[in-house]
């Protein structure tokens, strides 16, 4: 079974909270809100989905490219924790 189907609930949650912020960039884009305000939302919309981003790929290189049961000895545990680092740090 995929991961994402297995955190759909809490994958879906995100999305939904990413929805709203880009609902708000829209309201306040269309309201002509201040720059500030846009470049707050867009900032917050965009960490938002890097933050969704980070959490797929870490579950994906967990479940599907490390997995000690299917592939014992593939990647050690310190590899594959430096590798999720270097992914969280370019996704931020």
């Known amino acids: 079974m995929s991961h994402t189907i297995h955190e759909k609930k809490k994958l879906l949650a995100r999305v939904r909270r990413i929805k709203g912020q880009v609902d708000a ?27 969704l981003m980070a959490e797929v790929v870490e579950e994906h290189v967990r479940t599907h490219l490390v997995d000690e049961d299917a592939h ?6 310190n590899a594959v924790e430096q590798l999720l680092d270097v992914v969280r740090s370019y996704l931020k």
């Open 25 to 51: 960039m829209e309201r306040a884009l269309e309201g002509e809100a201040g720059c500030e305000t846009v470049m707050h939302l867009i900032a917050a919309a965009r960490g938002a989905m890097a933050g």
């Open 72 to 77: 014992p000895g593939a990647l050690n545990g």
